[in-house]
């Protein structure tokens, strides 16, 4: 079993919260772009285990469109990043710790079990 977890953290560097992980988890990421998240970074590891670091901004977002739709996690708009980490149960531990560690406050949006 594989867990999904998503943090927000109180940062606005994708590249600083990136940085960290690698410090702490010897992780490489890659620089990804997308209309739907911009531009992240996104770790792919083995087991199918994954590691992207967002801005916590919808990019397309218009002036028109409501105000909490500017943010991919509206509940946690003070927080920059966020960090979604997919990985095996036995590992969930060690790579939560590992991102609560990257900026002064992460929070836990959500935990949910992936198949």
């Known amino acids: ?16 919260v990136a940085n960290k992980l690698t410090e702490k988890l010897g992780l490489s990421f890659v620089l990804h772009e997308s209309s739907y998240r911009g531009e992240y970074l996104r770790h792919t590891g083995d087991s199918g285990s994954t590691v992207m670091v967002i801005c916590n901004i919808d990019p397309l977002y218009t002036i028109e469109d409501p105000e909490e739709e500017q943010f991919a996690e ?6 920059g990043v966020l960090v979604y980490i997919t990985v095996p149960l036995e590992w969930e531990a060690r790579f939560s710790e590992a991102v609560a560690a990257v900026a002064p406050v992460v929070v836990r949006v959500r935990r949910d079990a992936v198949a």
């Open 74 to 79: 509206s509940a946690f708009r003070s927080f």
């Open 1 to 16: 079993m594989r867990t999904q977890t998503v943090f927000a953290a109180q940062t606005k560097s994708i590249s600083d």
